[in-house]
Nanobody, 124 residues
Framework: QVQLVESGGRLVQAGGSLRLSCAASGRTFSNDAMGWFRQAPGKEREFVAGISWRGSSTYYGDSVKGRFTISRDNAKNTVYLQMNSLKPEDTAVYYC?????????????????WGQGTQVTVSS
């Protein structure tokens, strides 16, 4: 069974940092573009960050540029999201995603696999 399992979400104060992890199982994702999305209550799921298959290319949503960093360890079949300078508007459920059709690009419509999500809450 193919699974993406996120972890690391919790309550944190504004200005703080968190590191999310996404552990993949059931198949190797080392040839897939991977990414993170988030969804706040009452809002659509939005793109946060993406990374190419070997990690040489990373890209971010405008709202997180300069604060979040995506990385991956293919030997561990794991993707990370380092979140710094957190703001209350970063509060959301964060989802890991994989695009098995591309080694380079990630978009919401291209996702083949979703994780179950991890809650991040940033208090002011």
């Amino acid at each position: 069974q193919v699974q993406l399992v996120e972890s690391g979400g919790r309550l944190v104060q504004a200005g703080g940092s968190l590191r999310l992890s996404c552990a993949a199982s059931g198949r190797t994702f080392s040839n897939d573009a991977m990414g993170w999305f988030r969804q706040a209550p009452g809002k659509e799921r939005e793109f946060v960050a993406g990374i190419s298959w070997r990690g040489s290319s990373t890209y971010y949503g405008d709202s997180v540029k300069g604060r979040f960093t995506i990385s991956r360890d293919n030997a561990k079949n794991t993707v990370y999201l380092q979140m710094n300078s957190l703001k209350p508007e970063d509060t959301a459920v964060y989802y890991c995603a994989a695009n098995s059709k591309s080694r380079w690009t990630m978009s919401r419509n291209a996702v083949d696999y979703w994780g179950q999500g991890t809650q991040v809450t940033v208090s002011s």
